[in-house]
């Protein structure tokens, strides 16, 4: 498969995921003892790709940039956060959580719109030109 569309369906994955947990933070504002949860992706995709980035050779001549290993696409991870804004210790801030959740719809309906320009790419090159 091709890594750019295992990436971007990760990232999507992230993304529904980010959702979820911002969704489940806001129906929660009110709810005494709370702490919100977050998700992490972009992060661990970063350090990933950083670690592991391997240049591509056209010729044996070219200098090898990089690890030998692949690249793997990490998975997102649900963390829950231990900052407290009410007396009731709830830890959920409705402004932020809410612009998180505009941030975040924009981001999967990018990467919607990515992923299936990849998929017409694959679809144009299996057919051919016409």
């Known amino acids: 498969m091709n890594q ?3 990436i971007m369906s990760s990232a999507l994955d992230a993304s529904a995921l980010r959702q979820k947990s911002i969704s489940n933070n806001i129906a929660n504002v009110d709810t005494p003892n709370y702490k919100p949860t977050k998700v992490s ?3 661990l995709l970063q350090h990933e790709v950083q670690s592991s980035f391997i240049g591509k050779r056209t010729n044996a ?3 090898v940039i990089g690890s030998p ?3 793997q696409v990490p998975s997102a991870k649900l963390e829950r956060a231990n900052t407290t804004f009410t007396n009731s210790g709830n830890g959920v801030d409705l402004d932020y959580e809410t612009a998180q959740l505009s941030q975040n719809t924009i981001w999967y309906q990018s990467l919607t719109y ?3 320009e990849e998929f ?3 679809k144009t ?3 051919g030109r016409g």
Request: hydrophobic share 50%; glycine share 10%.
């Open 4 to 6: 750019l569309i295992g």
């Open 41 to 43: 992706f972009e992060e």
């Open 61 to 63: 001549k070219h200098i």
């Open 69 to 71: 290993s692949a690249a």
């Open 114 to 116: 990515g992923l299936n």
């Open 120 to 122: 017409n790419l694959l």
């Open 125 to 127: 090159s299996i057919r």
